[in-house]
C-alpha cells in the first residue's frame, strides 16, 4: 500500500504569512494528489487535484507543485479564514485512497 | 443545494451491527465513485471503502475488509455501509464522499457519527 506522510504535523502563522506543507508519497504517484481543507465539526474541502489543478471557487493564493513522490501546498499570504487543518490525498491506487497525517495551522 | 446526505450512525455496543445510508440528490448519482471515509474522535481521515459507478469494484481498507459492506442502489440515488462485528476502534464520524473517475472526492455529506461502546 502507498503511505503519505504529511510534515509538519502542526504550524503557528501570522495573517499574511507564506505557508507550505509538504506530502512524501512512498512511491511514484505521478501527479494523482489532493488537498483538502477540513475546519472544526466540518466535512473536507478539496482545494486541489492532480497535484496543481485549483478546484473551481477556491482563491487563487491556494497552490499545489510536485510529482511522483514530493507534493506541496502553499497558501501565499494566509487569511483569517485559513486556519484549519489540511490533508493531502493519494489516488493513485484508484479507488482506494490515503491520507496523509494532516497539517494544523494555527494562529501565532 | 445539498449534494450528499449521510445517516445511520448511534450508539451499538461491540460486536453489533450498523447501516449507515447516504443520500444523493444533488448529484448525477449513478456516474460518480463513492467512497466512504470515517474521522476518529481527534484523528485524522482514514479512507474505508469505495464502489464504483455499477456495483462492479469495490475495495475495502484492511481495518475493516471482512467486516464492512459497501453497496449502491442507482435507481434510489443511495450509497450503503454496512457494519458487522463492531469494535470500539470503529468509533468515528463516517462520512461518504463522491468522486468522478480518476478523481479525488469532490462532494461530501455532512458526517454521522458511530460510537461503539458497552
Known amino acids: 500500500d502507498i503511505q503519505m506522510t504529511q510534515s509538519p504535523s502542526s504550524l503557528s502563522a501570522s495573517v499574511g504569512d507564506r505557508v507550505t506543507i509538504t506530502c512524501r508519497a512512498s512511491?511514484?504517484?505521478?501527479?494523482?494528489l489532493g488537498w483538502y481543507q477540513q475546519k472544526p465539526g466540518k466535512a473536507p474541502k478539496r482545494l486541489i487535484y492532480a497535484a496543481s489543478s485549483l478546484q473551481s471557487g477556491v482563491p487563487s493564493r491556494f497552490s499545489g507543485s510536485g510529482s511522483e513522490t514530493e507534493f506541496t501546498l502553499t497558501i501565499s499570504s494566509l487569511q483569517p479564514e485559513d486556519f484549519a487543518t489540511y490533508y493531502c490525498l493519494q489516488y493513485n491506487g484508484y479507488p482506494r485512497l490515503t491520507f496523509g497525517g494532516g497539517t494544523k495551522v494555527e494562529i501565532k | 443545494e445539498v449534494q450528499l446526505l449521510d445517516s445511520g450512525g448511534g450508539l451499538v455496543q461491540p460486536g453489533g451491527s450498523l447501516r449507515l445510508s447516504c443520500a444523493a440528490p444533488?448529484?448525477?448519482?449513478?456516474?460518480?465513485?463513492m467512497h466512504w471515509v470515517r474521522q476518529a474522535p481527534g484523528k485524522g481521515l482514514e479512507w474505508v471503502s469505495a464502489i464504483s459507478t455499477r456495483d462492479v469494484t469495490t475495495d475495502y481498507a484492511d481495518s475493516v475488509r471482512g467486516r464492512f459492506t459497501i453497496s449502491r442502489d442507482n435507481s434510489k440515488n443511495t450509497l450503503y455501509l454496512l457494519m458487522n462485528n463492531l469494535r470500539a476502534e470503529d468509533t468515528a464520524v463516517y462520512y461518504c464522499?463522491?468522486?468522478?473517475?480518476?478523481?479525488?472526492?469532490?462532494?461530501w455529506g455532512q458526517g454521522t457519527l458511530v460510537t461503539v461502546s458497552s
Open positions: 444533488g448529484i448525477t448519482f449513478s456516474s460518480h465513485v
Open positions: 512511491q511514484g504517484i505521478r501527479n494523482d
Open positions: 464522499a463522491s468522486s468522478q473517475w480518476l478523481l479525488p472526492p469532490d462532494f
